[in-house]
């Protein structure tokens, strides 16, 4: 069974700031005997706003807007549109937003009405919902404004081609989508730049594209990536882009019960900013787990380290400022992490550790279990795409 942290060592560990504190609600992994992260917000449709833990906590997404209902995934599927139409004006239903047909629809296959792209582009509050299931082929960024939820929870849809790009925006939410096979210069799947903020990304599987699964860079802050599995891929998530962006100072990101499943480096890499990773499971890497550059701070919890042949779990770069003279890495604070399979922690020095921030500086509860086997076969089964109903 899972061990649990008592109250006492709660204490012992946040002197800085007040105690975390595990719930007392659990997950239906109750079986287990883990205190698992986001019990209720299944509950109904709009239970997922506010609800992230860390700092992306405030993000709240299209909660104050209408429903926007995808029911074409590219725009030839005009037959489906019209039956669905033809079925909305016949069932009374929540309050609907839907693209309108009197416009000629774009020659871009992935566009239209009833289109994730058209939901996306609009600039009032939505939550975006999907009645088909299918792929997805962008034939070029797919831009997400504010205040929106892209959640695919009651369908199976994979996104692939190109990727998600957050510029400029704030309030977003994505849950439970398919990244797979993105293909060009700077394609990430979830591009988050510049100066984006309050985000939530949960439960997403992401694999195999040529640039990055998640790059969060220039000044991007108050994010939050949990639940989500990654596999296939070299490069995965990248916070801060690089050296000369000083403004990265500012930037705050929380990783937690993820499953880095033998992709080769970047779980993450990190300048600048401060980054909280706790309860993922990171296996088989191929050159590093973790890497600090330029002033980054990384606070490590409760994490699961299993090497494969490089063993190695923390690595260190040193880069320069723009703004300094001397040029400097980044710093590593490891706390109960479990390291296995003859995994090294790689650490430089108790001075690193002393550089990091305490997050209970910024947040008052997370919900943190000892790393276990009950855990990793948690991580390993439950992140990602889930099959699980729309709620009400």
Not at 361 to 378: G, M
């Amino acid at each position: 069974m899972g061990n649990r942290f008592s109250h006492s060592k709660h204490h012992h560990h946040n002197q800085q700031g007040p105690p975390f504190s595990l719930p007392t609600q659990q997950t239906h992994n109750t079986q287990m005997g883990l205190a698992l992260p986001y019990a209720h917000v299944d509950s109904n449709l709009r239970g997922l706003a506010g609800q992230a833990e860390g700092f992306g906590a405030s993000s709240i997404g299209g909660r104050d807007g209408h429903v926007y209902q995808v029911v074409n995934l590219n725009a030839s599927s005009m037959l489906l549109l019209l039956a669905f139409l033809s079925f909305m004006f016949s069932v009374p239903h929540l309050p609907l937003s839907r693209g309108s047909i009197g416009n000629n629809l774009s020659t871009s296959q992935d566009d239209g009405p009833g289109s994730l792209r058209d939901g996306c582009r609009k600039k009032e509050p939505l939550w975006i919902v999907f009645e088909v299931s299918g792929t997805i082929e962008l034939r070029s960024h797919l831009s997400v404004s504010s205040f929106k939820t892209i959640d695919g929870r009651g369908q199976k849809i994979k996104l692939t081609g190109k990727g998600l790009r957050l510029k400029e925006c704030e309030h977003v939410i994505i849950c439970n989508l398919e990244f797979e096979g993105g293909r060009g210069p700077d394609v990430d799947g979830i591009q988050i730049k510049p100066k984006s903020r309050h985000i939530w990304i949960d439960r997403c599987s992401l694999s195999d594209y040529d640039d990055g699964l998640i790059d969060i860079t220039k000044e991007s802050t108050d994010i939050t990536v949990s639940r989500c599995h990654f596999s296939k891929h070299n490069k995965t998530m990248l916070i801060g882009g690089d050296s000369s962006n000083c403004g990265d100072r500012c930037m705050r990101v929380t990783i937690h019960h993820c499953f880095f499943d033998g992709t080769r480096q970047r779980h993450p890499r990190v300048r600048f900013a401060k980054v909280h990773l706790y309860n993922n499971y990171t296996r088989n890497w191929g050159i590093y787990a973790v890497c600090a550059s330029v002033e980054s701070q990384i606070y490590s919890q409760c994490n699961i380290y299993e090497a494969g042949q490089k063993k190695v779990a923390f690595k260190y770069l040193t880069e320069k400022a723009a703004d300094k003279e001397e040029a400097c890495t980044g710093s590593i604070k490891s706390e109960d992490d479990l390291f296995v399979c003859g995994t090294q922690a790689g650490l430089l020095s108790t001075y690193s550790e002393n550089n990091v921030f305490n997050p209970s500086e910024f947040y008052q509860t997370w919900t943190v279990e000892r790393p276990s086997d009950d855990l990793k076969h948690y991580l390993q089964h439950c992140t990602g795409w889930q099959c699980i109903p729309r709620p009400n």
